[in-house]
């Protein structure tokens, strides 16, 4: 499964998504792949601050030939999360071309509503191409104790793709790991960011847009 976590938006959150679902599904035994298509390289900056290993691979692809050269890495691994550009590039469809499922994160705000439709744009036009494709909102830095405004929701549900139960409040902690190129999963694995990054997970299983089959042993590349 290759997932890619992507919005033409800035500032929605988008590596602190992947980072954290590459870390959730590699504490589910699963061999998986980060692969940094940001050319700012913010994943890659991320893992150079840890000082130990990732339980996951990380390398940078950013080119607009990903679709075409990931494909023979990505057979490597049981999973491959990408963290996409932040804006609408020839890279950016790569990465969606790339991709059999799209996570959006937003922001619940008008602007991110709007926004949003440049990247539903370049999904619908991806799946012209690839009619298995799947995309899924999330809503990411909401905050902490505030219900998700339901007009925010209502206005998702008119591009058609489906806005997941599950949300990522903004949390301190997330900035916090960060710095030290760790996850919230595993500076402290009972709190609540890491409750609502596993909830997220668990609920793109549950749908079915991520497999819980038994994961496979293959042979990892790059890091």
């Not at 890619?4 to 998504?17: A, F, L, P, W």
């Not at 539903?120 to 219900?147: D, P, Q, T, W």
């Not at 694995?189 to 293959?218: C, H, Q």
Request: aromatic share 4%; net charge negative; proline share 5%.
């Amino acid at each position: 499964m290759i997932i890619s976590v992507e919005n033409q938006k800035g500032g929605v959150g988008k590596t602190t998504i992947a980072i954290h679902i590459a870390q959730a599904l590699a504490m589910s035994n699963f061999s998986v792949l980060l692969v940094d298509a940001d050319p700012q390289g913010s994943a890659r900056d991320w893992a150079a601050a840890r000082e130990n290993e990732p339980a996951f691979s990380v390398i940078g692809l950013d080119r607009p030939t990903l679709h075409r050269d990931l494909p023979a890495i990505a057979s490597n691994y049981d999973h491959v999360v990408i963290d996409g550009p932040p804006r609408v590039t020839d890279l950016a469809r790569s990465v969606i071309i790339a991709a059999d499922l799209v996570v959006i994160p937003v922001q619940p705000s008008p602007y991110d509503v709007w926004a949003a439709s440049d990247v539903v744009g370049l999904i619908k036009e991806a799946s012209v191409f690839k009619e298995n494709l799947k995309s899924v909102f999330v809503i990411n830095r909401k905050i902490v104790n505030s219900a998700i405004g339901r007009d925010v929701v209502d206005a998702l549900s008119s591009y058609e793709i489906p806005v997941l139960k599950s949300s990522v409040c903004q949390r301190i902690v997330f900035a916090e790991s960060a710095a030290t190129g760790m996850t919230v999963l595993e500076t402290n694995a009972k709190s609540a960011a890491a409750k609502e990054i596993k909830a997220l997970v668990d609920e793109l299983m549950e749908i079915g847009f991520v497999s819980r089959e038994t994961p496979t042993t293959k042979l990892s590349v790059g890091g």
